[in-house]
């Protein structure tokens, strides 16, 4: 406690916030451990199916499932119910969930991408993975938003975007830049973090999809209550969302663009508008957010002000952080001629623009006024 009062003395001054403590309350609680995380509820939701079922039969168990959790998730989060008054069933919740994430690695479609490829038999699609899903890192992390700090940060290999202008591009585009880990490696990673003191576990990359099979997994063999924070670009399939919905307690998407031109260009990505939009409904709906809107220079009325004005109508429950960190890295500093619009950072004007944008439109940002 003593070094975040140094490092980050506004992580612990965030909580006097009363907005942020309304809008982040289920993760608060949870890191606090004063309600469990909802991967341990998930744990003792009883599905009465055989795991060997065919898709269709595990999917709609699943979905049977999830009613269920949803129903149980808000009687805890009311204070009506312990998770002591569940007992260990004997298929859970969870262990569908890992089972799904199994058979969706045989035809892959953890991304909106949809490659369809055998990533056990070792088959790779545009993220360039096979079944292995590797750490380049993992640690303290001192520099997220205010209330995440310290941040058990883990950073996954590769990505479903081509970002020309990744400041972490070193992994995002080298899936072998980091040790290969399984299910258990990962628990006993997690577990230590949050034993050393971070408030959260934060999956991240890269991007955390791609390596999804080995997340869901690995909390069959954790019991710490921790909030997990799921730190994407939001790109996940529905599928993908179904499992996740049940599992995380704290959304950190990043929302980069608004409108589909901008996000085939600079990231290569297609129906960006639609994918993203979709899956922050859902995340709104599922537990705590705080969205990443990176500001990006020349691109405020193409993509800042129809981001933050998407935010305010459809998700106006969350948090969002406003990121003036951008700077020309990767292809853009390679081949700036190719990108002029981005080949500078944003100046203060565009950033004070973004500001008032959101003022008006009543979001609660990062920094915290
Ligand atoms: S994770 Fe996404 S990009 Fe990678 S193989 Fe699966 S669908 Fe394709």
């Excluded at 997220?144 to 591009?169: D, H, M, R």
Aim: net charge neutral; with cysteine.
């Amino acid at each position: 406690m003593f070094e975040v009062f140094l490092l980050r003395p506004d992580a612990l001054r965030v909580w006097n916030h009363p907005e942020i403590r309304k809008r982040l309350g289920w993760y608060y609680k949870v890191m606090v451990d004063e309600n469990p995380a909802k991967y341990r509820i998930c744990k003792r939701i009883e599905v009465d199916v055989d795991l060997s079922v065919d898709d269709e039969g595990l999917w709609r168990a699943h979905r049977e499932g999830a009613k269920r959790f949803s129903e149980i998730w808000r009687e805890i989060a009311s204070g009506d119910m312990r998770i002591e008054d569940l007992e260990e069933p004997k298929v859970s919740l969870l262990d569908v969930k890992v089972e799904l994430v199994k058979r969706m690695l045989r035809s892959c479609i953890f991304c909106e991408r949809r490659c369809k490829v055998n990533r056990e038999r070792g088959e790779k699609g545009f993220c360039k993975l096979d079944a292995t899903a590797r750490v380049s890192s993992f640690f303290h992390h001192y520099g997220e938003e205010a209330p995440l700090v310290p941040s058990g940060t883990i950073f996954f290999t590769s990505c479903s975007f081509k970002c020309v202008y990744c400041q972490n591009w070193d992994i995002s585009t080298d899936p072998y830049n980091g040790v290969e880990v399984t299910p258990k490696q990962l628990a006993s990673i997690a577990t230590r973090l949050r034993k050393e003191g971070c408030r959260n576990i934060n999956y991240v990359g890269g991007n955390p999809d791609q390596s999804m099979h080995v997340i869901v997994e690995s909390l069959k063999y954790m019991d710490i209550n921790v909030p997990i924070l799921w730190n994407s670009n939001a790109y996940s399939s529905l599928e993908a969302m179904e499992i996740l919905k049940d599992i995380v307690d704290i959304w950190l998407p990043d929302f980069k663009y608004g409108n589909d031109k901008c996000a085939e260009r600079l990231s290569m990505v297609p129906m960006y508008f639609e994918v993203v939009t979709r899956n922050l409904k859902i995340m709104h709906e599922n537990g705590d957010i705080i969205v990443r809107h990176l500001v990006l220079p020349n691109h405020i009325e193409c993509c800042t002000k129809q981001v933050l004005k998407w935010l305010a109508e459809n998700c106006p429950r969350c948090l969002v952080n406003i990121m003036e960190q951008y700077r020309p890295e990767h292809e853009v500093a390679r081949r700036p001629h190719l990108y002029p619009d981005i080949n500078r950072r944003p100046t203060m004007d565009e950033m004070n623009k973004a500001y008032s944008i959101a003022e008006k439109l009543g979001i609660v940002y990062e920094p915290v006024s």
